[in-house]
């Protein structure tokens, strides 16, 4: 049989079936993918073969294989730095939330998401929630903040999930796709999701959830089938995100606007740090690159991955 899996929760996975049937699932025996190490063999969206087996009146499903993944969201684990977790994989694109305050999502958490994005092929829309509970001051900060990302060529959107503002948007950008949302804890993807799809009644637990941050480092992510022919992706609050098995020679390249000046560097391997005639750090000097988004590139080659929650954005020049 196959099917697509659409909550894990370490041993068991829950799978829907082609005919519509949900089945509980085991793995067979040692699970392991080429070339990843992960947590988790088998992520949520991952499209499974699997074989029922008949204990009395219970049936229960052991998958035996997986099919390749069209893409996946990978992150390192905070805590255990060794070891890495799928989020979710065969995505048509992901939502991150960001809020600038309750809690602050700091830029070099966005860059780091969006690097990850940009190494596995998930398209991403930054979706700037809370915006009815902001100052003047901080609705600047926000403008500023979208400035930057558009330019760069990602699609930005304000919405407030608890007034409804924009939410019609993220709703018809979802028709006919499989979707992800994804942020800190708090930053209210449970409730966007309710806004969206008020039959669900996921539970908006982000400060109980904030208090266990860290404590775990399996967190497993869970489809739903909306009513208006899309799918999300809900995954729990992630803390820290750290990249996975990037080079340093090849970090630049996930950023779209470095990647477009590296042919006019003076060396080919140019990592835009301290070689002479670099286009980057020229640019950067005129204001066409983002000191912000070059400190997160920074950060990212020198891997001072403990630092994934410097506030950078407050620092531009």
């Known amino acids: 049989m196959e099917g697509t899996v659409y909550k894990s929760t ?62 996946y969201i990978i992150r390192k684990s905070v805590n255990l730095s060794k070891q890495t977790h799928i989020i979710a994989a065969n995505l048509d694109q992901v939502f991150l939330l960001i809020t600038l305050n309750n809690p602050t999502t700091y830029t070099i958490f966005i860059d780091r998401f969006l690097v990850t994005a940009e190494a596995y092929q998930v398209p991403t829309v930054l979706v700037f929630n809370k915006i009815d509970t902001y100052s003047d001051a901080e609705k600047n900060e926000i403008k500023f903040l979208v400035a930057l990302y558009r330019e ?47 039959g669900l ?38 803390k820290g995100f750290g990249i996975v098995d990037m080079e340093k020679e090849e970090i630049g390249d996930y950023f779209p606007e470095l990647f477009q000046l590296k042919q006019d560097c003076k060396f080919n391997n140019c990592i835009h740090m301290d ?37 950078i954005h407050g620092e531009r020049k």
């Not at 049937?21 to 991952?46: H, L, Q, W």
């Not at 087996?53 to 099919?67: A, C, P, R, T």
């Not at 002479?276 to 000191?291: F, Y």
Request: charge should be neutral; proline fraction near 2%.
């Open 10 to 71: 370490g041993s068991w996975y829950t799978v829907k079936a082609t005919d519509g049937s949900f089945y509980e699932c085991r793995i067979k025996g040692k699970f392991r993918i080429k070339g990843i190490k992960s947590t988790n063999p088998i992520a949520v969206g991952d499209n499974v073969h699997f074989e029922l087996d008949e204990k009395g009146e219970e049936k229960v499903g052991v998958i035996n294989s997986i099919e390749d993944r069209k893409n």
């Open 152 to 198: 760069i060529g990602y699609t930005c959107i304000g919405i407030s999930a608890k007034t409804g503002k924009n939410v019609d948007r993220i709703k018809e950008m979802m028709i006919g796709k499989t979707s992800m949302f994804s942020g800190h804890s708090g930053v209210g993807k449970s409730t966007l999701i309710n806004a969206i799809e008020p």
């Open 201 to 238: 009644g996921i539970k908006t637990a982000e400060i109980s959830q904030q208090h266990l941050q860290g404590q775990h480092t399996t967190t497993f992510a869970e489809m739903f089938d909306l009513s208006f022919g899309a799918q999300i992706i809900d995954t729990p609050g992630i």
């Open 275 to 311: 070689e002479p005639q670099c286009a980057v750090k020229t640019a950067l000097e005129d204001g066409k690159v983002s000191w912000s988004r070059y400190k997160s590139y920074v950060q990212m080659i020198t891997g001072e991955d403990e630092n994934y929650r410097i506030d």
